[in-house]
């Protein structure tokens, strides 16, 4: 299993970014797919999770209301839109591909992870 993430890139406090995370196999509702973020000097964190069928998401709270996360099945692909973005909501994002009714808050628990990109915001 592969994850491809993308859309990362330098952008103004305030502005906004679509990550998206491309899974080389067709997912199923076996799975759910998390984002984290690592920061230079800190340990790598959770962010938002959703499941296969997009009906149940959750998000961190430094980023509720700012952050969405949804998906589209057919392209096996998950999606991140980050609004408002802060200067520290810079870090490296990575996608990761866990099992249905493993903790999707702890990054151990994940099965699969992409190769992260890497979002900076400018203040």
């Known amino acids: 299993v592969q994850l491809q993430a993308s859309g990362g890139g330098l952008v103004q406090a305030g502005g906004s970014l679509r990550l998206s995370c491309a899974a080389s196999i067709r997912t199923t509702s076996a799975y759910v797919t998390g984002w984290f973020r690592q920061a230079p000097g800190k340990e790598r964190e959770f962010v938002a999770f959703?499941?296969?069928?997009?009906?149940?998401?959750d998000y961190t709270d430094s980023v509720k209301g700012r952050f969405t996360i949804s998906r589209d099945n057919a392209k096996n692909t998950v999606y991140l839109q980050m609004n408002s973005l802060r200067p520290e909501d810079t870090a490296v994002y990575y996608c990761?591909?866990?099992?249905?009714?493993?903790?999707?808050?702890?990054?151990?628990?994940?099965?699969?992870w992409g190769q992260g990109t890497l979002v900076t915001v400018s203040s």
């Open positions: 990761g591909l866990n099992y249905r009714g493993r903790s999707y808050l702890l990054g151990s628990a994940y099965a699969y």
């Open positions: 959703i499941t296969y069928s997009g009906g149940v998401t």
